[in-house]
């Protein structure tokens, strides 16, 4: 019963920041590059102040999987990068945190690359 709440969880976090979404696409004129960008921004301000990490803790993948996870995790290596070497350290420390996400996308974008077949419009 315990991993079927759990699931639950993941899935009413994620599905919200999903919803969210969906409505401002359905309901202002901002592009979807705004939208992301503003969702990636918004989780690095929560990290900053410290509110991301309750929502981790509660939504647990269907926090830190969206775009809001990843603003957070770039916060939180530019902020231990910081205190450890100052700016510097927040620049290199923001890029290593997110690395292996930035390494996932390029290898399945090339795969996909791979495999899809596009075709041009008639």
Request: charged share 15%; with cysteine; aromatic share 10%.
């Amino acid at each position: 019963m315990e991993i079927f709440l759990t699931y639950l969880k993941v899935f009413l976090v994620g599905g919200l920041i999903c919803v969210i979404g969906q409505l401002l696409i359905n309901y202002t004129k901002m592009t979807s590059s705004r939208i992301l960008v503003i969702f990636l921004l918004l989780g690095a301000f929560l990290e900053t102040i410290g509110v991301y990490k309750y929502i981790e803790e509660f939504g647990k993948a269907g926090a830190t999987v969206p775009i809001l996870g990843f603003g957070s995790s770039l916060a939180k290596g530019a902020i231990k990068g910081a205190l450890s070497e100052g700016f510097l350290g927040a620049l290199r420390g923001g890029i290593e945190s997110v690395a292996v996400g930035f390494a996932g996308v390029i290898v399945i974008a090339f795969i996909v690359g791979l495999l899809a077949r596009p075709k041009t419009k008639q």
